[in-house]
């Protein structure tokens, strides 16, 4: 294949991908790569989907990428239904890249139409998986290379500084809450200051006109309180005009569609992931506050910049280990069986935090904001318990953050009881565990990937995968 040509100035893409699927990633991003090697930032091991975090990384490319494949042998038959939940997450992101109105180019298994809907403006290529592989003999190169020629020439096009996708405030979020919620306001203020995020607070209530319609536009992202129907109207014209927007949504708060007021299904849809899903819903004003830190730690999270085809080619070979963030808790005096579990779990796994580990925390760095860090962030908690790990009050609140996690659905815990003798903490009481006892350390990894592998099976991506477990 002849060598990318220089072009002038490098496009960055958003690439929405089925990450599980690295054969056929590779396959047509060397052919993208043959015609010009951009860019691509992707959205990879974050411990839950965020449409605020996926928005505005959208938002930030020159173009969208989908490279769709389906998962089993070339020709299985998929049942609608079937096709719509492999699909989910690649619908998810194409919906976004419809509303943000960036150039768009799909390349998908051809099953896959039953699931997909698309406008005029977004080129979709459908391709046979038993073409893959098979050049010598298959018009799938040429017709790869030739829309995604034409993509380019369209992104080169609408890449400029007046985009009016580009001409937002960053660190502003613009608050739409009302009055009677004063301290929810307070909780969110205090938290986005010491994010280092500029609160902007809309005049209440809320009405669309041309003070309050430049005011969002200028916002990074927004917060909208649901409970009000006014504010749900304020709502469908962020989602609408494509500004990055988190909802809450208090217990007692009553819904429905009434005088024009949409309801929830109508403003995001009916999808069992995506905007839904993330909205905060909370009780007590502590509970807010907690979740809508846990938000503001993956929003800011960096996303991964891969430079080029060779970064690409090794992105795309990690594929091979799972992309869950894993937290490792154990105690000092069980370090041997900690060194054991670390190496087997790095083997498997992209990231694992293990604060022992020399990359885990930088030198002079605080130790205790990259501990909290690393467990929000995680989607696996193991925790190799003992005597020892219930004596230590660091250990303990490893385990109690990670527990919350799983109770609130952002995390799977696997407990490991390093000895017979050695009992689990009270609120662990009920929790599934391992014994080192009556497994090895790899058996129990294994067993661990294995899990993790049934319960994801059928998802479509892991950029922006829900790691939700």
Request: include cysteine; glycine fraction near 6%; charge should be negative.
């Amino acid at each position: 294949m002849p060598a990318p040509q220089p072009g002038p100035g490098r496009l960055s893409v958003f690439l929405s991908h089925r990450y599980h699927s690295p054969a056929e990633n590779a396959y047509f991003w060397l052919l993208l790569s043959s015609v010009e090697d951009v860019s691509f930032r992707v959205d990879e091991g974050v411990s839950f989907t965020s449409p605020v975090r996926l928005e505005r990384m959208i938002r930030e490319a020159d173009g969208f990428v989908g490279i769709y494949p389906l998962a089993g042998r070339p020709r299985e038959v998929y049942t609608r239904s079937a096709l719509r939940h492999a699909a989910r997450y690649f619908r998810l992101e194409l919906s976004m890249a419809v509303r943000a109105r960036k150039p768009a180019i799909v390349f998908h298994d051809q099953r896959l139409v039953p699931a997909l809907k698309w406008p005029s403006d977004v080129r979709l290529i459908a391709y046979d998986a038993q073409e893959l592989g098979t050049e010598d003999h298959s018009s799938l190169p040429m017709r790869v290379a030739n829309a995604y020629r034409e993509f380019v020439a369209d992104a080169r096009a609408a890449a400029s500084p007046g985009d009016p996708g580009r001409t937002y405030q960053k660190r502003q979020v613009g608050l739409v809450i009302s009055p009677s919620n004063e301290r929810v306001m307070a909780e969110l203020c205090d938290l986005l200051h010491e994010y280092g995020w500029e609160p902007v607070r809309l005049p209440w209530p809320p009405r669309l006109h041309l003070d309050s319609i430049t005011t969002l536009r200028q916002c990074d992202w927004a917060v909208v309180d649901l409970d009000d129907p006014s504010s749900r109207v304020m709502a469908a014209f962020t989602h609408g005009q494509f500004i990055p927007t988190l909802p809450i949504a208090s217990a007692s708060a009553a819904y429905g569609s009434t005088a024009g007021v949409p309801d929830e299904e109508t403003l995001y849809g009916d999808e069992g992931t995506g905007h839904r899903k993330a909205i905060i819903r909370w009780a007590e004003p502590a509970n807010l506050r907690q979740s809508f830190e846990d938000h503001l730690g993956v929003i800011d999270e960096q996303s991964r910049y891969v430079g080029g085809w060779k970064q690409a080619a090794e992105y795309f070979r990690s594929a091979t280990k799972r992309s869950e963030r894993v937290f490792l808790s154990y105690a000092a005096e069980d370090s041997d069986q900690g060194a054991a579990f670390s190496r087997l779990l790095n083997e498997r796994f992209q990231h694992v935090f293990d604060y022992r580990s020399s990359q885990a925390i930088p030198a002079g760095e605080p130790w205790m904001e990259h501990l909290l860090s690393g467990l929000a962030r995680s989607a696996v908690g193991v925790l190799l318990m003992s005597e020892a790990y219930r004596s230590s009050k660091y250990c303990l609140l490893e385990a109690r953050e990670l527990y919350r996690a799983a109770v609130e659905g952002r995390a799977r815990l696997v407990p490991v009881r390093l000895e017979a003798t050695s009992d689990l903490p009270d609120f662990l009481e009920g929790v599934q565990y391992r014994a080192l006892y009556k497994q090895s350390a790899q058996e129990i990894v294994d067993e661990l990937v294995s899990e993790l592998a049934r319960m994801r099976q059928g998802d479509s991506v892991t950029r922006g995968s829900d790691l939700t477990l």
